[in-house]
Structure formats: C-alpha cells, structure tokens
C-alpha cells in the first residue's frame, strides 16, 4: 500500500493527515549543526553518505511522513555553468552571475553526471527508509532559480531579475527557459532515482506582477510538472488572491503560505490537494499553543488531501519541542473513516 503522504497528494480521504516540514533537515536540529562542524554545505550536499545521514535526522527525531532529501536549490546552476557557495551570514553567493542580456542563452550539462550526488543520496535514502516515509525530491522553478544568477546574491525583493524583465524581456524569457530545461531533466532524473514526490519551489515568484506571472511563469511550470510520473507539489510564495494561478500550473498539490486562510482557499481550489500552512514563527510558542493552532489548520483543510506542513521552512533557532509537538497532532489526529 502506497505511502500516506502520497494517498493525500493523489487526493484520498485518509484518517490522518500526512505531516512533513519544509527544511526540516536543517540547522534546528543540534547534530545537524555538529556535521556542519566538520563539513561546508556544499561538501554535505554533494557527499551521499552525509547528506543521507543528515536526512534521516528529522526521521530519528520525528518520524515524519516525508523525508526531503538533503540538498538545495542551487545544485542545478553547476551544469549551466555557474558556481556558487553558501556564505555564512550572507546566504548562496554566484560567483559568476549572469553578465547582461546577451548572457543569457545558456545549454546544460547531463544532470546525470553534473549532480550524480542526488541519484545517490535518492538510492540510499530508499534503501534506508523503504515504505515508511515518502522520499521528497525538489527543485526551484526558474524565476527563484534566475532571481540567484542575475544577482549574484539574495536580494529580497528580486529586484535585479525585475529589471530585466523591464528592459530585456526576451532575455528575461530565455534565461527562464533554460531553468526550465534543466529543471524538468533534474526531475525526472530524480523520479528515476526513487523520489516520491517532488516538489518545485518556485518561492520568489509572487513577486511578479499578476499579468507577468501568467504570461511568463504558468507556461514554464506547466512544462516542468507535466506527466510526470509521482505527486507533485507547487510552492510559491506571496500568491493569496491567486491561488487560481498556482491551480493552473497542474501540480498534483497546492503549497500554501501561511498568509493564506485554509477554509478559504479550500473554497477557492475546490477538490485540489492541498499542503500547509501553520505559521512557522508559532512554533516558537508554548507547546499546547503549537498542538491548538496545528489541529486548527487540520481541522479547517478538512479529511481529504491534505498533507500538513508549515507555511514555509522551519527557522533555524526552533525548539525541537515544538516540531514535535507539531508533528505529533498530525500523527495522533484521529478521523472516522
Ligand atoms: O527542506 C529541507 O530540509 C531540504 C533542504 C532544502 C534546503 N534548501 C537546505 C538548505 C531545501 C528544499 C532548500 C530550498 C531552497 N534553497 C530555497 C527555496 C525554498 C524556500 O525556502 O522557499 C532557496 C531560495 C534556497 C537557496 C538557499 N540555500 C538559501 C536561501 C539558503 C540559506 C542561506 C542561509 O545562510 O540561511 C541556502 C543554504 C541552505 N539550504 C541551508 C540549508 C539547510 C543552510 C546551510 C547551513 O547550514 O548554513
């Protein structure tokens, strides 16, 4: 029998609903920061043994549904040539960020070579786990992808990549078409390796205008997400008013930020899995404050489709407690079926 994350992702009622968390296997959980002490992020990326051990973390602590496998975001900008790291207090630095608008066609390397590190991490990981939690695999979507190499760095309101929009648009489209194409690869790729589930976390993406969301963005996710053979989930921030566009994309799930009423877009989406979206700065209350606010968002998702989650990732400094308190309401929910 399927996985009960993936029962709720394909749509079934299920008796509880399946409980994971975005970045989940990250710097709130004290052995995850003692691995870091040995090994920079990219080296516990890009070495299987590591990375697994460091998803299997939250399975140790948890027990959640899911397990997202370890890694980042980023792994794709390597086979389209650029390189990048993690700098500590900053964020994900390129070092080669994109140069202008005639910089922009770009071809990628097989991500079967240039991320071998994930078929790994996902061929382990489903030795390890089996049946008892879904493996997550997961991609950014081309616009949070570009907003990184065109600035270079984080920029909080994605505002170099805005402008070319403004300046350049066939730039702006061609440079998202070659994320989408490597993108749509690395799923698959992933798919093949053992993911259960994918998820795309097209995060910064809300910060187009509607219209520009439409025209630019829909099309590419529809590529990406197409008949592919597991659930998957979209994720993009900032999209309450038009959840209808996230609808369209034609993810199996809808990722919902914690902005969003549940009942709400229950009403707006209609029989459409969704996933979220408890607040993550709640678990940084009392614990019976995480259990009410957890079983209110179970409650108002109602039985069917549902997989609980946060809003959006985990913060670094939350207190163990209160994840587990979190992922406990899920597990001791119990509906009538
Ligand atoms: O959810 C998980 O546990 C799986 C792993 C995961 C990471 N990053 C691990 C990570 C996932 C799914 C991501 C996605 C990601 N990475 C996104 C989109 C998702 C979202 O949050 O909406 C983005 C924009 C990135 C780019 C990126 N990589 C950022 C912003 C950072 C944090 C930088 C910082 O200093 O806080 C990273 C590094 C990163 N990715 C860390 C982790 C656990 C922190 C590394 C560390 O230990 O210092």
Redesign the pocket.
Known sequence: MDNLLVRAARGERTERPPVW???????HIPE??EI?SEYT?LE??KTPDVATEI?LL?WEYYEPDGL???????TVLEPLGFTYR???????VIENPVTGPDDVDRTHDPVAESIDYVGKLLTQLTERVGDDAAIIG?A?GPF?LAS?AVAGE?SRTNMPLRKLRANHPDAFRTLLQAFTDVVREYLEYQIAHGADVV?L?D??AGTLTPTDYEEFILPLHKQILADLDVPTIV?V?RMNGRLEQLRASGADVIGLDWTVEMDAARETLGDIPVQGNLDPSYLFGDPSFVREQTKQVIDDAGPSGHILNLG???N?DTPVESVRAFVETAKSYDREL
Do not use: C, K, N, W
């Open positions: 968390l975005m970045r989940q296997a990250g710097r995850y920061r870091r992020f516990a990326i998803t939250p997202v496998m370890f890694s980042d975001i980023l993690i700098e500590s207090g900053v964020g994900p997961f950014g949070t990184y984080p998820q976390f995060t910064y994720f921030r959006h990732g985990v670094r």
